[in-house]
């Protein structure tokens, strides 16, 4: 099985993320695999443990984002593809969508596409569906539970509701959900094999197409309103006296 597993790069989940002069900013913290994408390398290397094959990793970014690459190598992929050029900034996620299918299209063969649900920085979780809309692969989205039966997968979606059972044709792509499983911890000897790869780069000149059109601008990006937050502490000579107390508080500020 041939499976390529798109990953993407963002600041920890810890970062404070604060707009300075109409720019993004998460100050000195660490960028790091989107913590969904790593479910998405297991799904792919999981795969590849039972039908055999091989998994390779894309991402698009500058150079930093190799790390992220890395990341997904130490867990197991085999290949490693950034995708960067100058011109792919701001893009919305159609365009990401666009490149990202250029770049499967591009690696030829491809019997599955392994996404996260989503991003952790701009939470869109659009990205997995546009881009198998644009490869005309059926998307299958929030996927928990995956088997694979020659050309055809039978997936258990993570809804709402409990669990979907849906069935497809290969090639797919599919997007991973919490409940397929814990991700591996990138192995010594796997950290070791990630420092010494050589990842390609490739440019959309590589890839053989222009820079997509974006149809959603950020035309300003600014901090939420902060919050006033006061805090009183409720005192009294027992707990009924507090509750009593705690209670008409709260009518008198028509809480309830
Ligand atoms: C500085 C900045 C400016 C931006 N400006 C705009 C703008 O003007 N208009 C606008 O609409 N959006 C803008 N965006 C948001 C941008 O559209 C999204 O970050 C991008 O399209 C990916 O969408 P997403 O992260 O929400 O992914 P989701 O839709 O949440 O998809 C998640 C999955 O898609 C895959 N994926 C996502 N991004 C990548 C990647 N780079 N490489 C490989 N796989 C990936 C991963 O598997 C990930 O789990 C901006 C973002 C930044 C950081």
């Known amino acids: 099985m041939k499976i390529v597993v798109c990953v993407k790069q963002v600041p920890d989940s810890a970062a404070k993320v604060v707009v300075e002069n109409g720019k993004i900013s998460w100050g000195d913290a660490p960028l790091v695999i989107n913590p969904w994408d790593e479910y ?10 039972a039908l055999s094959g091989t ?5 698009i970014g500058g150079e930093g984002s190799k790390d992220a690459l890395k990341h997904a190598l130490a867990m197991g992929a085999d290949n490693a593809i950034l995708i960067s050029d100058p ?21 030829g063969g491809v019997d599955a596409a392994f996404f996260g649900r989503q991003a952790i920085d701009s939470d869109s979780g659009l990205v997995p569906a546009q881009t198998a809309r644009l490869l005309k692969w059926p998307a299958l989205t929030l996927s928990a539970v995956i088997k694979v039966d020659g050309s055809s997968v039978r997936v258990a979606r993570g809804v709402e509701e409990g669990r979907q059972i849906v069935t497809a044709k290969l090639p797919a792509v599919f997007s991973l959900v919490k409940d397929f499983g814990e991700p591996r911890y990138p192995s010594f000897m ?10 390609p780069a490739w ?21 939420p309103p902060s919050r006033e937050v006061t805090c009183e502490v409720i005192t009294g000579g027992s707990p009924a006296e507090i509750a009593e107390a705690l209670a008409n508080k709260i009518l008198a500020e028509k809480v309830l």
């Open 40 to 49: 998405a390398v297991e799904a792919a290397i999981q795969q590849k443990e």
């Open 55 to 59: 998994v390779t990793a894309i991402t």
């Open 87 to 107: 011109a792919l900034v701001n893009m919305d996620t159609q365009a990401t969508a666009q490149v990202l299918a250029t770049a499967v299209k591009k690696i």
């Open 190 to 199: 796997g950290i070791r094999k990630a420092s010494r790869a050589e990842i």
């Open 203 to 223: 440019s959309l000149a590589e890839l053989g197409i222009p820079a997509p059109a974006s149809v959603i601008a950020w035309p300003e990006i600014m901090n």
